[in-house]
């Protein structure tokens, strides 16, 4: 799932910026949480019952110099935490997915704060949408980093080929 190559993950380069959106599959999301490889059927099956209904994805944003990337351009501490905000809080009305028949806002964001530690943010998404076994086009709107509209698709043949869990 992890390995680009499957096409369930999917790379732009813009500037000094990297964008990286991962999608994850329910059984994906139990493996993770779990942290183990025997785990037993039932439940997976009812941790799949509570994701149903969303498509998630992670979107990650990293500097390729290495550097903190909310400070990347800035060296005003007021425009830091204005970004920083921005991130926590407004960064969701600006991400969307789109699929054949409709474009559906994020409904479930999650920032994830690491305090200048590492060169990436992390963001978790989810979608409110039923029909996960399409083409679908996650779409941000930059302004950050001012790149505008970032499209990440995802082939639903990509989807198609993930491997099925064997559980115990």
């Known amino acids: 799932v992890k390995n680009p190559e499957n096409g369930l993950v999917v790379k732009k380069e813009?500037?000094?910026?990297?964008?990286?959106?991962?999608?994850?599959?329910?059984?994906?999301?139990?493996?993770n949480e779990e942290r183990k490889y025997n785990i037993h059927k039932g439940k997976v099956e009812n941790r799949k019952q509570e994701l149903e209904g969303m498509v998630?994805?992670?979107l990650r944003i990293?500097?390729?110099?290495?550097?903190?990337?909310?400070?990347?351009?800035?060296?005003?501490?007021?425009?830091?935490?204005?970004?920083?905000n921005y991130l926590s809080f407004d960064?969701?009305?600006?991400?969307?997915?789109?699929?054949?028949?409709?474009?559906?806002?994020?409904?479930?964001?999650?920032?994830?704060?690491?305090?200048g530690i590492t060169p990436h943010v992390d963001v978790v998404l989810g979608f409110p949408i039923d029909k996960k076994?399409?083409?679908?086009?996650?779409?941000?709107?930059?302004?950050?980093?001012?790149n505008g509209l970032i499209k990440f698709?995802?082939?639903?043949?990509?989807?198609?080929?993930?491997p099925h869990l064997i559980t115990i």
Do not use: M, W
């Not at 813009?14 to 493996?31: A, C, D, H, T």
């Not at 990293?62 to 935490?81: F, P």
């Not at 076994?133 to 302004?143: G, S, Y």
């Not at 698709?153 to 993930?162: E, M, Q, S, T």
């Open 133 to 146: 076994e399409t083409d679908q086009t996650l779409v941000i709107n930059d302004q950050v980093f001012g």
């Open 56 to 58: 998630y994805y992670n």
């Open 153 to 162: 698709h995802l082939d639903k043949k990509h989807i198609d080929n993930i």
């Open 14 to 31: 813009l500037g000094n910026v990297s964008f990286s959106s991962q999608y994850k599959p329910y059984e994906f999301i139990v493996l």
């Open 62 to 84: 990293t500097s390729l110099n290495q550097t903190d990337v909310i400070s990347k351009g800035i060296s005003d501490k007021s425009l830091y935490l204005q970004r920083l």
């Open 91 to 115: 960064f969701q009305n600006d991400i969307q997915l789109q699929t054949a028949n409709e474009t559906i806002n994020c409904g479930l964001y999650h920032f994830v704060q690491v305090q």
